[in-house]
């Protein structure tokens, strides 16, 4: 298995929240629960609401319209198969998967300064990837914070998740976004 294919399976296993090989609307739904959560946010609160909404935008802009007629989402096949598609086309990558990156930016920055602190970026991923500890996600902070000053830009932000989804380089920073990922076979 390639490099990205072992991302995508990393990364499809935690947006399959309900582990039914789908991915769907309920997913997005518990995402944004999730995240909200893990960001402080109290159930049912205006905040975990706008955090809900903004994956149910996800799940409308970026995933819907590749569903195909009568199916109830996306399988695991489907999403590898759209998913790697863009590692051969930067510029529609960019626009696909930097749409995503922007919206996780929005849910990440919590105190809206443009830039994604340490503890910022330990709960978004937390609520995110739920498995991934503060040793990894402080690791993963570390090598995405490309200048060293202690935050995620917009730009590191958004390239990290567009080297994640799309980018089959070992030496992408992005490889680390979602944690470490398991070995081959695990």
Do not use: C
Request: proline share 5%; net charge negative; charged share 25%.
């Amino acid at each position: 298995m390639d490099l990205l294919a072992r991302k995508l399976e990393h990364g499809f296993s935690h947006l399959d929240r309900d582990g039914d090989g789908v991915l769907t609307e309920h997913d997005h739904v518990l995402m944004g629960e999730s995240v909200a959560a893990s960001l402080g946010h109290a159930k049912g609160s205006p905040q975990e609401q706008r955090i809900i909404d903004a994956y149910l935008r996800i799940w409308r802009d970026l995933h819907l319209p590749f569903v195909p007629a009568g199916a109830p989402g996306i399988t695991r096949e489907q999403f590898f198969t759209s998913t790697k598609t863009l590692s051969g086309n930067p510029e529609l990558a960019r626009t696909t998967v930097g749409a995503l990156a922007e919206a996780f930016l929005e849910i990440a920055d919590s105190d809206g300064d443009g830039a994604v602190s340490a503890e910022e970026y330990h709960r978004f991923l937390r609520g995110h990837f739920p498995r991934l500890s503060r040793e990894a996600t402080d690791h993963g902070f570390r090598i995405l914070d490309a200048d060293g000053d202690g935050v995620l830009s917009r730009d590191e932000f958004v390239t990290a998740i567009i080297d994640f989804w799309t980018s089959n380089d070992p030496s992408a920073r992005g490889n680390i976004w979602a944690g470490p990922l398991p070995e081959p076979g695990q």
